[in-house]
């Protein structure tokens, strides 16, 4: 099993920036992809970003240029570095991790609350 807790959300002002935090334990040799997900209200959860155990980055054309995913091996830990943020990422954001060889997303955190307002 892994665990997954985020960290570092709350309120922010358009064009501020925030730092999410996502620290796992448990059975952590078996992670491979790590996401970030979220969602907003009314809407359905969307994949933000994804790094590989290889560091491997993949972003929704939305936040390129804006986020910043990376990991930390040494602390098991996945940050999600949010620059010139805008309303429109106000959400609820979970990390989430995915074994070797699996396409689903086994293991999720309970989400922390991103607004940005205007």
């Known amino acids: 099993q892994v665990q997954l807790v985020e960290s570092g959300g709350g309120l922010v002002q358009a064009g501020g920036s925030l730092r999410l935090s996502c620290a796992a334990s448990g059975s952590i040799f078996s992670i491979d992809t790590m996401a970030w997900y979220r969602q907003a209200p009314g809407k359905q959860r969307e994949l933000v970003a994804t790094?590989?155990?290889?560091?491997?980055?993949n972003y929704v054309d939305s936040v390129k240029g804006r986020f910043t995913i990376s990991r930390d091996n040494a602390k098991n830990t996945v940050y999600l570095q949010m620059n010139s943020l805008k309303p429109e990422d106000t959400a609820v954001y979970s990390c989430?991790?995915?074994?070797?060889?699996?396409?689903?997303?086994?293991?999720w955190g309970q989400g922390t609350q991103v607004t940005v307002s205007s």
């Open positions: 989430a991790a995915r074994g070797y060889g699996s396409i689903w997303y086994r293991y």
């Open positions: 790094i590989t155990s290889g560091g491997t980055t």
